[in-house]
């Protein structure tokens, strides 16, 4: 729910954030914006399109450790007996999770289940779908930022955690990023608590780059989608025609990057402001790092986790790594 505080709204503060978070970006020699605000309700529509598109593999293979390798999680994230909560932090339609609530339900492990989503819509969807599809589920969920939700959590509970970060998510930080990430996680965990972190793994290039150039076109809308959002949401002026989107994976680095080309030199205004783009002048839109599986230990125990068990869909292309705090 959306609090009012001296006459500022929620919705007036996230905006003013917004529009400077843009501002930053733009201004900047090297053009940028923050992928974060890709989530809008047709960025929302335009992902899960994604998610389904042929050439986007990594929900199929963590949906096929989901659902094929569902024991190996339970014995690695739980013990029976032991009362805990499951966090999970962005939690989108929850598909790949139903698989494991579901047995958790069945062989009567007890436990909260606590979703984290920045996105309303979301969350009041699976307040409403789960309990309908898993009656005898405890569901608490959380609207807003990751580290909010688990402050907020741990005000309310004292129970054993287990957080799960899915779907490749932390790619979309640089590597220094996801280590100050997990990081910071850890703060939230007491000894003994698990986590599970969803990695993209390197592999042939032209499979990468083909899911972030699909030929349907999704992630070129779902890319262009941000400048229509900053059209009308900060009242700007983006001809959306007249930029196109480019991605490029350093096979090397695993860095894969998102573009979007400005085709003339054209200037966007703002109410206050105007932005001036050169022909072929690029702006940076989101980084989706690829990892080698020797790197992810590594990062765990730089974050102060201990990693206990890894695993893998059946071509190896993405990894669920589960450790312990
Ligand atoms: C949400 N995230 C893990 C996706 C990814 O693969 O980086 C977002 C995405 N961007 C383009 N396609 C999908």
């Given amino acids: 729910m959306r609090k009012e505080h001296a006459g500022v709204t929620d919705c007036q503060q996230d905006k003013t954030e917004f529009y400077r978070d843009v501002m930053v970006g733009l201004r900047k020699s090297a053009k940028s ?137 932390i790619g979309n930080m640089p590597r220094e990023q996801a280590q100050d990430f997990c990081k910071q996680v850890r703060q939230y965990l007491n000894k003994g608590d698990r986590m599970l972190v969803g990695f993209d793994l390197m592999k042939n290039p032209r499979i990468v780059q083909a899911a972030y150039d699909d030929e349907a076109g999704l992630t070129w809308r779902f890319n262009i989608n941000l400048l229509h959002r900053i059209n009308s949401e900060l009242g700007a002026d983006f001809n959306t025609d007249l930029f196109e989107h480019y991605c490029q994976y350093d096979p090397i680095d695993g860095t894969c990057s998102s573009y979007l080309v400005s085709l003339l030199d054209q ?19 989101e980084v989706s790092q690829k990892y080698k599986l020797e790197e992810i230990n590594a990062l765990a125990e730089r974050a102060c986790f201990s990693p206990i068990h890894r695993i893998t869909d059946s071509k190896a292309w993405f990894v669920d790594a589960i450790w312990e705090a």
């Fill in 33 to 169: 914006l923050p992928s974060k605000y890709f989530y809008d309700a047709r960025g929302d529509v335009l992902f899960q399109q994604i998610m389904r598109c042929p050439e986007y593999y990594l929900t199929r293979c963590e949906e096929e450790i989901f659902k094929k390798q569902t024991n190996t999680l339970v014995k690695y994230l739980f013990q029976p007996g032991k009362r805990v909560d499951l966090i999970e932090l962005g939690v989108g339609d929850a598909s790949k999770t139903h698989h494991l609530l579901a047995r958790l339900l069945e062989k009567d492990y007890e436990f909260t289940y606590r979703p984290i989503d920045i996105s309303t819509h979301i969350i009041t969807e699976l307040q409403t779908s789960l309990p309908t599809k898993f009656p005898s589920i405890n569901i608490s969920a959380f609207q807003g930022d990751y580290f909010a939700g688990l402050a907020e959590f741990q005000k309310i509970s004292s129970l054993p955690k287990i957080v799960l970060f899915l779907g490749a998510n």
């Fill in 267 to 285: 200037v966007v205004h703002f109410s206050k402001e105007k932005i001036s783009f050169e022909q072929g002048e690029v702006i940076h839109m």
